[in-house]
C-alpha cells in the first residue's frame, strides 16, 4: 500500500514559515496543539508553522520525515472514524541526536513562541529539556518569546516561569511570557489497530496517525510578547484567569480518570471505557465527583462541578478510543498529587472525610504493590518505582505526599478500611458493599 506524502495525500497546504517551535512529538500534541494551530491558520493566517521537537525517541519522528511532515488525526466516536490529514508542521527535529540545530531553532527570533507536551517528569531542574530550552533562549537577545505548558500541572505557566528564571535570572521576564494553560483531549497511544484502520479510512498507509475523541478544549492566559496565532477563531478560550478552568481539568477530570484507572487495572478492565462500565463504577465516580471534589472549586461562572464531571464520564464511556488503564496508571507518584492528594486535603482541611477519593488512594495504593485482584502482575511505570515498591510506609513518602497526611491518624483509619476491603473483597466486591 502507498505511504502517506504530499504526492498522494491530494490538497494540503504547504506549512507555513516557522513561527511556532514544539518540544514533545507525542500523540497529544499531534491531536491537540498541531490542529488547534491548523485551523487558527486556516481561519487568520499567519506564519506559525510549527517545527517539532522529538526529545529522545524517534519513534514517531522517522515516520513522520517519511512523509513529508503530513500525518491523520482520526476522530474517533464510537463506530464512526473521521480522517483529517495535517501538514501544519514545518520541520521536524531529534534533540538527543542534533541538540545545536535544535538550539539554534530556539534562539532564531523569527521563533515567537514554544510550547511544550514533556510530562510532569521534565519540569525539574537540570532536565534534558529544561536544559535545552535554556540554552537556546540564553542566544536570543532579548527577542520576544512566550513559552506555553501544555503539561497537566497546575500553574504550568508559573512552574515553567520558576524553572527558567533560576536559570537565566528575573530580566529573561522582559521578552518572555509564561502563560499558564488548561489543555483537554483524550489521545490515547497509536497501536496496531490505529494504524490498521487508518489505512481502511485513508487508503494510504499512515505509521504516525493517530486517534481522538471528538471533544478538544484550550484554555490559555494571553500573555504572548511575540503575538500568537488565532487560536480563540479556532475554538481556545482565551483569558486573564486559566485557574478555574484547570482545577476542573485536574481533579474532575483528570482525578476520575485515574480513579478509573487504578480501580480498573485492579478488577481486570483493560480499557476505561471497560472500567466505567464494571458494576457500581459509574455510581461511585459519580459520588466522588458530586461528594469530594464538587466543594473543593469555584468553577467558571456559568459551569458546574457536576455537569463537567458528567460530560466527562461521557467521553470516558467512548469504547472507540481503547484507553488502557494501564497506561493511564502510568506516573502515579507525579500524577496524583495534582489529580487526588488535593482535593482529599482540601476536605480534610475542612473537616470532612472524603470517602471515596480515599478509596481511590487506596487502590492506588494496592496497584503499586503489584498484582491484581486476580492475582495478574501488574507493571509500575513510575519514576519511583523502586521506592514505592519497598516502602514501607506510603504515606510517609514526601516525595508524593504533603505534609499532615503520615500524621493524620483518621485518615490513615479510612485507608486501612478501604484497603482491608479491596484486599478481601476486590474491586468488583467492595463497590458492590457500596450500592
Not at 516557522?18 to 499567519?46: K, P, S, W, Y
Amino acid at each position: 500500500m502507498e505511504r502517506l506524502s504530499r504526492s498522494t495525500a491530494g490538497d494540503v497546504a504547504p506549512a507555513p514559515a516557522t513561527g511556532i517551535v514544539h518540544l514533545g512529538l507525542g500523540a497529544f500534541h499531534r491531536a491537540h496543539q498541531a490542529v488547534f494551530t491548523a485551523d487558527a491558520i486556516a481561519e487568520a493566517g499567519g506564519d506559525w508553522g510549527i517545527a517539532a521537537v522529538a526529545p529522545r525517541s524517534r519513534a514517531v519522528l522517522d515516520p513522520l520525515l517519511e512523509q513529508d511532515l503530513l500525518y491523520s488525526v482520526l476522530t474517533l466516536d464510537g463506530e464512526r472514524v473521521t480522517p483529517r490529514v495535517l501538514g501544519v508542521h514545518s520541520r521536524a527535529l531529534h534533540a538527543a541526536s542534533e541538540p545545536e540545530a535544535v538550539e539554534r531553532l530556539l534562539a532564531d527570533p523569527a521563533v515567537r513562541i514554544v510550547t511544550l507536551t514533556v510530562t510532569e517528569k521534565a519540569y525539574r531542574p537540570g532536565s534534558a529539556v529544561l536544559d535545552l530550552l535554556v540554552r537556546g533562549l540564553r542566544a536570543r537577545a532579548g527577542a520576544p518569546i512566550a513559552l506555553v505548558s501544555c503539561d497537566n500541572l497546575p500553574s504550568n505557566g508559573r512552574r515553567l516561569r520558576e524553572l527558567v528564571v533560576a536559570e537565566l535570572g528575573p530580566s529573561i521576564v522582559d521578552s518572555t511570557g509564561f502563560p499558564s494553560t488548561m489543555v483537554d483531549r483524550i489521545v490515547p497511544a497509536s497501536t496496531d489497530a490505529t494504524y490498521a484502520t487508518a489505512r481502511d479510512v485513508l487508503g494510504l498507509e499512515d505509521r504516525a496517525t493517530v486517534g481522538a475523541e471528538p471533544f478538544s478544549a484550550w484554555v490559555l492566559e494571553d500573555d504572548f510578547p511575540g503575538g500568537r496565532p488565532a487560536w480563540d477563531l479556532a475554538g481556545a478560550v482565551v483569558t486573564d484567569d486559566v485557574g478555574p478552568w484547570e482545577g476542573l481539568k485536574l481533579r474532575a477530570v483528570l482525578g476520575v480518570h485515574s480513579a478509573l484507572a487504578y480501580l480498573g487495572a485492579l478488577a481486570g478492565a483493560p480499557t476505561i471505557d471497560r472500567s466505567l462500565a464494571l458494576p457500581g463504577m459509574r455510581d461511585v465516580v459519580e459520588r466522588l465527583i458530586a461528594t469530594d471534589i464538587a466543594p473543593t472549586l469555584c468553577p467558571p461562572e456559568g459551569v458546574t462541578v457536576e455537569r463537567f464531571g458528567q460530560s466527562a464520564l461521557a467521553r470516558f464511556a467512548n469504547s472507540a478510543l481503547r484507553h488502557r488503564t494501564l497506561q493511564v496508571a502510568m506516573d502515579g507518584s507525579q500524577k496524583l498529587p495534582q489529580r487526588l492528594l488535593g482535593t482529599i486535603a482540601d476536605r480534610r482541611a475542612a473537616g470532612s472525610m472524603p470517602l471515596y477519593a480515599t478509596l481511590v488512594l487506596a487502590a492506588w495504593m494496592r496497584f503499586v504493590r503489584g498484582s491484581a485482584d486476580d492475582g495478574t502482575p501488574l507493571p509500575l511505570d513510575d519514576p519511583l518505582a523502586d521506592r514505592l515498591r519497598s516502602a514501607p510506609d506510603l504515606l510517609a513518602l514526601d516525595a508524593v505526599f504533603p505534609p499532615g497526611f503520615a500524621d493524620d491518624t483518621e485518615l490513615r483509619t479510612q485507608l486501612a478500611e478501604w484497603t482491608g476491603a479491596l484486599e478481601r473483597h476486590g474491586v468488583l466486591g467492595t463497590l458492590q458493599g457500596l450500592r
